[in-house]
């Protein structure tokens, strides 16, 4: 629960494709899932695959536009998509990565997730990484609630604050494998923005396979954002979050 006295910053940690590699290919997983599920409502492949791409690009998320413009039971969906990938088969425990959550120093900053998934998913992740232990907080996409808000939509990230009991945009860390959702929070005045960029990688998005890269969009905002490849890397970039060795 929110702690209205607490002013401590919030260092904000997107969960699919930053926690783990995209390597692992989830996303891949994840989009032949998406596609099939818009082939099971009645299209055509090449239907599927241009509505895919298509609420993925206007919404941020393909469920989004399927509960707009379709009838669709988004836990339903959840279960024959997110719910059916194989995680435990596809990712595992890292300890590097859990002594890096182990050295961000508690006193100084809060550890959140935040994430376009919905909960179940996104703790089944946070478990098989063990790290749900080290997460103290947890906003995700509601797919209960009529009309849900997901990134890089502005409300999503104030909903987050608000959750959180933080009114300071100033105190926000925030790392993500998406540089439009990076670049809606810097938009947001979050003072410390990573884009987790494993470059030269095939990564799904929207039902495309595409290579990961640092491309900007034109006319995309100039603001400054670091790219790292490892989380590691913020050891260095975000040094004042972890503790000081003796």
Not at 114 to 131: E, F, G, M, S
């Amino acid at each position: 629960m929110p702690t209205s006295n607490d002013d401590r910053p919030i260092v904000w940690f997107d969960i699919d494709n930053t926690l783990y590699s995209t390597s692992a290919k989830i996303s891949h997983a994840m989009g032949e899932r998406i596609h099939a599920y818009f082939v099971g409502l009645g299209l055509t492949h090449e239907e599927a695959s241009e509505l895919h791409l298509r609420y993925y690009t206007q919404y941020g998320l393909a469920l989004r536009g399927l509960t707009r413009h379709h009838d669709v039971d988004p836990l339903d969906f959840d279960q024959k998509c997110d719910g059916s990938i194989p995680l435990e088969e596809m990712i595992s425990f890292s300890p590097e990565l859990r002594k890096l959550f182990e050295d961000i120093d508690r006193s100084k900053v809060r550890v959140w997730a935040l994430t376009n998934a919905y909960k179940p998913h996104a703790q089944r992740v946070l478990r098989i990484l063990k790290l749900d232990d080290l997460i103290e907080g947890l906003v995700y996409c509601d797919y209960l609630a009529k009309d849900f808000v997901c990134k890089p939509e502005p409300e999503y990230y104030h909903m987050a604050m608000a959750k959180a009991g933080l009114s300071d945009p100033s105190k926000c860390y925030f790392v993500d494998d998406n540089r439009g959702n990076i670049d809606a929070a810097k938009a947001l005045s979050w003072a410390h923005c990573v884009h987790f960029c494993e470059k030269g990688l095939e990564g799904v998005e929207g039902g495309r396979i595409l290579q990961i890269d640092n491309e900007r969009a034109p006319g995309a905002p100039d603001n400054d954002v670091i790219d790292i490849s490892t989380l590691e890397e913020l050891r260095k970039v975000w040094p004042e979050i972890f503790k000081q060795s003796e």
